[in-house]
């Protein structure tokens, strides 16, 4: 894809007289958005199946009828 063109040809073309230790790219927009789980979600099943519930009633019943509350 592009960005992995101007990321290689942005190596290659550069002038590096020191070592070079880390090289990052960052893309976005390549699918559909995915949750992250948190470093402390120690507690995986029970995510998993509040989340297969919440699948579940939002295919019965329509995706905007289940939704987070705020705290406001």
């Known amino acids: 894809g592009l960005p992995a063109t101007l990321a290689i040809r ?3 073309e550069g002038d590096y007289r020191e070592a070079v230790r880390l090289i990052g790219v960052g893309v ?3 699918g559909e958005p995915v949750r ?3 470093l402390w979600d120690l507690n995986t099943e029970k995510s998993r ?3 297969e519930a919440v699948d579940a009633l939002q295919e ?3 995706r905007g009828m ?3 509350g705020t705290n406001k």
């Open 10 to 12: 942005a190596f290659q």
């Open 66 to 68: 289940i939704h987070k």
């Open 36 to 38: 992250q789980l948190g």
């Open 49 to 51: 199946k509040l989340q």
């Open 60 to 62: 019965k019943y329509g």
């Open 28 to 30: 976005t927009g390549l």
